[in-house]
C-alpha cells in the first residue's frame, strides 16, 4: 500500500506542502516584512517630536504619556473598526493601527534616553557654543542611542506578532495563512507560518542589535574597560576559594 501524502494525513510538519506553497509563503512573508518595516520607521517619526514635546515639562508629558498608553490599550479589532471609515480595507488601515500601538513603547524609551545624558555632557556643550539643536543632535540623542534603540527593537518585535492581526482586513501577511488554515485546521499552515512569524521577529531583533553596536561603539570599549581587572602593586590575585558544602 503506497504511503499516503502528508497533506491527506494533514501532518504538522509537511515537506510537500513547503513545496507545493512555496510562492504563497514567500508573498505572504514579503507583506509581512513590508508591513512591519513601514509601520515602524513611521512610528519612530511620530513618536520622536512627541518625546520632545513631551520632555518640555509635566504640561505636555502628562497629556502625551497618557494618549499613547490609552492607544495601546485600545483592542485591536475596535481600533480597526475605527479607522476603516478613513481608510477602508487597506494595508494603510493596519499600518496606522500598528504605528498607533508602537507610539507608547518608542515615546517612552526616547524619553528615557534623553533623561539618561549626564547634565555634565550638555553643560560642557553648551559652553563649547552649542545651540538648543545641535546640542539635541550631536550630543543629546547620540548618548541617548543605546534606550532609543532598546525601545525599537522592542517596538520591532511586537509589531511583527501585531501584523498578524491585519488578516482581519486580509492584510496581515503570514497572519493571513494562519486565518485561512483554521477553519479545517490545516497543521502545516498554521505550524509554518507560525515558525516564519517567530523567525522574522529574531532575525529583526538581532539586525537591530547589530546596528545598536555599530551606532554606539563606546558602549562596547567602555563595558570592556569596566570588565577589565585593575593592575596593582600588589602582584596577582589571590585565587578564588571555593566555600565546602
Keep these: 500500500m503506497a504511503e499516503q501524502s502528508c497533506l491527506v494525513t494533514n501532518d504538522w510538519i509537511c515537506g510537500e506542502y513547503l513545496r507545493s506553497r512555496s510562492q504563497e509563503l514567500t508573498d505572504a512573508t ?36 497618557g494618549l499613547t498608553t490609552v492607544l495601546y490599550t485600545v ?5 480597526f473598526s475605527l479607522l476603516l471609515p478613513l481608510f477602508g480595507l487597506s494595508a494603510a488601515l493596519v499600518v496606522t493601527g500598528l504605528v498607533l500601538y508602537s507610539l507608547t513603547i518608542l515615546v517612552r524609551n526616547i524619553l528615557a534616553g534623553l533623561a539618561a545624558v549626564p547634565q555634565e555632557a550638555r553643560d560642557a556643550a553648551r559652553g563649547m557654543g552649542y545651540g538648543p ?5 550631536e550630543v543629546e540623542l ?57 523567525l522574522l521577529a529574531v532575525v529583526a531583533d ?24 585593575a593592575k596593582t602593586d600588589a602582584g596577582p590575585p589571590a585565587p578564588a576559594t571555593v566555600k565546602a558544602g
Aim: charged share 10%.
Design 133 to 137: 539643536a545641535r546640542l539635541l543632535w
Design 206 to 229: 538581532l539586525l537591530l542589535l547589530g546596528l545598536q553596536r555599530l551606532l554606539t561603539p563606546w558602549t562596547r570599549i567602555s563595558g570592556a574597560v569596566e570588565a577589565a581587572p
Design 75 to 79: 483592542p485591536s479589532l475596535a481600533m
Design 30 to 65: 514579503v507583506q509581512h516584512i513590508g508591513i512591519t518595516v513601514v509601520s515602524v520607521l513611521i512610528g519612530l517619526a511620530v513618536a520622536f517630536p512627541l518625546a520632545l514635546l513631551a520632555r518640555r515639562g509635566p504640561r505636555f508629558a502628562g497629556p502625551v504619556l
Design 142 to 198: 547620540p548618548l541617548a542611542l543605546p534606550a532609543v534603540m532598546a525601545g525599537l527593537r522592542i517596538a520591532t518585535v511586537s509589531t511583527v506578532a501585531l501584523t498578524t492581526v491585519g488578516s482581519l482586513v486580509g492584510k496581515g501577511g503570514l497572519g493571513n495563512l494562519i486565518e485561512d488554515a483554521l477553519p479545517s485546521f490545516f497543521k502545516a499552515q498554521v505550524l509554518a507560518a507560525s515558525v516564519l512569524c517567530v
